[in-house]
């Protein structure tokens, strides 16, 4: 077996004394590892991505700051309408490419700027004022809004003895009646039914959420109430969904993390991360986005990752967002 050498020095959430060792980890990263460790590798440990945008994260990504804004907007005092107005304005904002001087041009007939604000006016309408989910004000008085979170994992590297830290960020942290819940949007061309949310039991992130909202909020955080969102030509149609974890499962998840974890370490000590062949295929429905490069002999792959891939860092302590 060959080693690969990694250079991890530029972000903040490796080790210095391994590189290629992720300290803090978010959902994605964990998520990405347990798809494929080579994915892992490619996406979070090198930063590359496909130059193409995904619609569907970019979308995911506007819907997410839009409901974020109006939270904002609400938590200091604003009308439903004054607050509707204000993510408005940030929806119509983000979705203007300013060097262009054009609107942000999707190429998608479901998901693009129309079908957005659209489903913000009418999302707002029906989740916005009136919402049985109300927002957690925290014990700072401060209301449970853009959530940005980091808590000790409790697991320790046996190689470099640093701890690991789990991190993430999500919108708010809501009360319904008396339980405590993340809400999260995810937006989908599906049918929305039974079947749709029964692919949130297990689920990474969602189960990595409830464990943030207990340890790193202190509140008994029951699961994540999903408002799912299908996106069509002429409409847009709404579902919400409770998406519970229990404390076993919760623990369970976690116990799973800490496997994960020595798996993470023992590929950075060895400089490989193997290919999983059977996801290749098919990642929500859509082949990977390094399928065209592992096709490629080994000695070739830099090449074609240099022509047709751009670089970011991936780096959980300074974002939010999805690979
Ligand atoms: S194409 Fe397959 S082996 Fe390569 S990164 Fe994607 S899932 Fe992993």
Redesign the pocket.
């Known amino acids: 077996m060959t080693s690969t050498t990694v250079d991890t020095t530029g972000n903040s959430s490796f080790s210095t004394k391994l590189p290629g060792l992720q300290l803090a980890t978010d959902s994605t990263s964990l998520g990405a590892y347990k ?2 460790p ?2 892992y590798y ?1 996406s979070v440990i090198c930063g590359w991505k496909a130059k193409s945008e995904s619609v569907h994260l970019t979308f995911g990504l506007l819907l997410h700051k839009a409901r974020e804004h109006y939270e904002h907007a609400k938590a200091t005092g604003l009308s439903h309408d004054d607050a509707l107005d204000k993510a408005l304005d940030m929806a119509l904002r983000l979705t203007w490419v300013k060097e262009l001087k054009r609107a942000w041009i999707s190429g998608d007939a479901n998901k693009n700027r129309l079908t957005l604000i659209r489903t913000v006016i009418w999302y707002l309408d029906k989740y916005g004022e009136e919402d049985v989910l109300k927002t957690v004000v925290l014990a700072s008085g401060k209301p449970a809004v853009e959530l940005s979170f980091r808590f000790d994992a409790g697991y320790i590297y046996s190689s470099t003895g640093e701890r690991v830290l789990f991190c993430g960020h999500f919108d708010r942290l809501a009360q319904w009646n008396d339980d405590f819940y993340v809400p999260d949007i995810k937006s989908t061309y599906h049918s929305i039914d039974a079947s749709y949310f029964a692919k949130f039991s297990p689920d990474n992130q969602f189960s990595m959420y409830t464990l943030a909202g207990k340890v790193a909020f202190a509140v008994p955080a029951k699961g994540v109430v999903l408002d799912a969102v299908q996106v069509l030509v002429g409409g847009t149609r709404f579902q919400r969904a409770l998406i519970a974890r229990s404390e076993s499962q919760v623990q369970e998840w976690l116990e799973d993390s800490y496997q994960l974890l020595a798996e993470m370490e023992h590929s950075a000590l060895t400089g490989h991360w193997r ?3 059977k ?2 295929h098919n ?1 929500y429905g859509r ?5 065209e ?2 096709t490629r002999p080994k000695e070739a792959r830099e090449k074609w990752l240099q022509a047709s891939y751009s670089k970011r860092t991936w780096d959980p302590l300074q974002r939010r967002g999805d690979i």
């Open positions: 798809t494929c080579k994915l490619y290919q999983n062949d996801a290749c990642q082949p990977c986005d390094f399928r490069v592992c």
